[in-house]
């Protein structure tokens, strides 16, 4: 245990595996409190009786972050072990590909309602106690390199990436003066099992993940824990004047014009 989140009562979505649990147990280790969210109650429930074998402080809740109701439900009830949440981690998404004029109203519903309506339920439910404590806090919104670049064939989930750094930006000004910092961070290729899923969906999924990795310049992608790393430092009053924007975590995949 260290202490870099001394003081940090810290909600994370989508906190039961992947990015969302490396978060959970890199928090834990700094010293944070958690109020742990996922829809999967049984694997969130597991996860978060080995953080706590572990020392985490910790509460847990079975949410879906596109019910309001039970997120609020989530955060009053947290209010008794954690406290007041003072920082908030939208990690909660799901990836939705689809050709274009194939993809159902359902599914571009299901995309925007999960990736960008999510996050804004939590944000405004957790904004509304930041305000009234008067002293600050951090929203993290899990981005992605489909912020900003877009890989064919994956529409319409970049549209909703890019949307919620367009929401970190707005938001990030609009509560500045309360000392409320938002901003994103944007990994590239992560190995978590939506990855192995999105490889799975080729004819040739060893093929497949050949090829993300020689997309590389490092010829690898990332582990959970290097995002996780990185989500500690802007959490954290070390990175106190960052504010509205983004940091890119994916071992400069995104600038490279094509690989050699
Ligand atoms: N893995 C990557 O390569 C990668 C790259 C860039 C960005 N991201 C982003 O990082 C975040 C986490 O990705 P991951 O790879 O760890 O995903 P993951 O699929 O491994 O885990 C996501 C977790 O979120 C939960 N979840 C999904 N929808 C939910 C909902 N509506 N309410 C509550 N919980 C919900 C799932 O049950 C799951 O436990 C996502 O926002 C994703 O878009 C991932």
């Not at 999967?40 to 009786?49: I, N, Q, R, S």
């Not at 938002?182 to 040739?204: C, E, H």
């Not at 590389?216 to 009053?237: C, K, L, W, Y």
Request: proline share 4%.
């Amino acid at each position: 245990m260290s202490n870099r989140l001394d003081g940090k009562r810290i909600m994370i979505t989508g906190a039961a595996q992947g990015i969302g649990f490396a978060m959970a147990e890199a928090f834990a280790r700094e010293g944070a409190a958690l109020l742990l969210i996922d829809r999967d109650g049984d694997l969130l429930a597991k996860v978060a009786e080995d953080l706590q074998a572990q020392g985490a402080k910790l509460c847990h809740a079975a949410a879906d972050i596109t019910n309001a109701a039970s997120i609020e439900a989530a955060i009053i009830q947290a209010r008794e072990t954690v406290g007041d949440i003072n920082a908030l981690v939208n990690n909660a998404g799901v990836n939705i590909f689809a050709e274009p004029l194939k993809l159902s109203d359902e599914a571009w519903e299901r995309c925007f309602d999960i990736n960008l309506k999510g996050a804004w339920n939590c944000t405004r439910l957790v904004l509304k106690g930041m305000l009234a404590g008067g002293k600050g806090g951090v929203i993290l919104n899990i981005a992605s390199t489909h912020a900003f670049t877009v890989i064919p064939r994956t529409f319409p989930y970049p549209l909703a990436k890019h949307a919620l750094l367009g929401m970190t930006k707005s938001l990030g000004l609009e509560y500045a003066a309360a000392n409320i910092r938002v901003n994103a961070l944007a990994p590239g290729y992560v190995a978590t099992q939506k990855v192995i899923d999105y490889w799975n969906s080729f004819p040739n999924p060893e093929a497949a993940k050949a090829e993300t990795m020689k997309l590389h310049p490092g010829g690898r992608i990332a582990t959970p824990n290097e995002i996780a790393m990185a989500a500690v430092f802007m959490i954290s009053d070390e990175c106190s004047f960052m504010n509205a924007t983004c940091l890119t975590v994916d071992g400069g995949l995104s600038v490279q014009q094509h690989p050699l």
